[in-house]
């Protein structure tokens, strides 16, 4: 997979995604690097932890926001968006 580091501009959620056929509100930040990264013609997996850690959920943030060394660490790749 590849990761992706990004800058949090605002914590507030002002895009929406699909992920699963549901929506998801995520930051104008991250949204931007996704749409930026999407013209590309490759297909590849991607964490960002926005979409992959739900951060509506204090417990779960907390636990998996110890792990972010860990699965920056592990991936093949990992972007940098600035």
Do not use: H, M
């Amino acid at each position: 997979y590849t990761a992706l580091s990004y800058v949090w501009s605002s914590a507030e959620k002002v895009e929406t995604i699909w992920v699963n056929d549901k929506p998801l509100k995520i930051t104008a930040s991250l949204f931007s690097a996704l749409r930026d990264l999407r013209g590309e013609t490759r297909s590849f997996i991607l964490w960002a932890d926005g979409i992959c850690i739900n951060q509506d959920d204090d417990k779960e943030k907390g636990i998996q926001i110890r792990l972010t060394g860990r699965i920056y660490a592990e991936a093949s790749n990992t972007i940098f968006y600035l």
